[in-house]
Nanobody, 123 residues
Framework: QVQLEESGGGLVQAGGSLRLSCIAS????????MGWFRQAPGKERVFVGR????????YYADSVKGRFTISRDNAKNTVSLQMNSLKPEDTAVYYC????????????????WGQGTQVTVSS
């Protein structure tokens, strides 16, 4: 069992930056691939990016590629999402998720989810 808690959301102007963090409690955090998803108002939750269990590889949605960066610290059971050059269309609730199956972009590949943190980007 893994519990996840996101933090770092808030209100930022377009072009600004935010750094989201997700801390995990439970066993074997380092064995999980970690993903970030987001859900904008009135829309479905979509994939943002994921990082391998070792942190050696990361994969991003085209909409955030070059602007967002995922990193992890297995010693601290944390995964972070650095978001730069934010746009109003990045406004959403952001969720971190853990996959014991090497999941990539499919929600169904993730076993555990956090409660989400709100990110609002003003124009």
């Amino acid at each position: 069992q893994v519990q996840l808690e996101e933090s770092g959301g808030g209100l930022v102007q377009a072009g600004g930056s935010l750094r989201l963090s997700c801390i995990a409690s439970g066993r074997a955090f380092s064995s999980y691939a970690m993903g970030w998803f987001r859900q904008a108002p009135g829309k479905e939750r979509v994939f943002v990016g994921r990082i391998s269990w070792s942190g050696g590889s990361a994969y991003y949605a085209d909409s955030v590629k070059g602007r967002f960066t995922i990193s992890r610290d297995n010693a601290k059971n944390t995964v972070s999402l650095q978001m730069n050059s934010l746009k109003p269309e990045d406004t959403a609730v952001y969720y971190c998720a853990a996959s014991g199956r090497g999941g990539y972009y499919k929600e169904g590949d993730y076993d555990y989810w956090g409660q989400g943190t709100q990110v609002t980007v003003s124009s």
